[in-house]
């Protein structure tokens, strides 16, 4: 999907609901518990919401980790970023903008190197 994501005259709208497939694709930041964005760049990246069992994670995601997963796209829902915890300074208005983002259950994520 990227750089789809990055630009402001695309949708992600077509790609709903739809497999997505990363491999060894780059962790940009971590916002959030079980949420970080991926892709090239700060404006060249998708926000991926991990999902399961409650609580916490199992592992730690850091920023410049490469991880691989298989997710769904999902709509975003009303408040998504706000209940995903992402900030203005972390890119909520962007994640807004998208629209979209990656559901990928826990079980699905690889971390392939720090």
């Not at 700060?42 to 920023?63: C, H, M, N, Y």
């Not at 769904?72 to 962007?94: I, L, M």
Request: aromatic content about 8%; glycine content about 12%; charged content about 15%.
């Amino acid at each position: 999907m990227l750089p789809l994501a990055g630009s402001p005259t695309t949708s992600l709208a077509a790609y709903s609901g739809q497999n997505a497939t990363a491999t060894s694709v780059e962790v940009q930041s971590v916002p959030a518990d079980e949420g970080f964005w991926v892709g090239s760049s700060s404006g060249d990246r998708i926000w991926v919401q991990l999902t399961g069992a409650r609580g916490e994670s199992p592992f730690t995601v850091k920023q410049h980790d490469r991880v691989s997963f298989s997710g769904t796209t999902t709509p975003n829902g009303t408040g998504f970023a706000e209940k995903a915890g992402v900030t203005d300074a972390e890119g909520r208005t962007q994640l807004e903008a998208e629209g979209f983002h990656l559901s990928v259950a826990r079980s699905s994520l690889k971390i392939i190197s720090s």
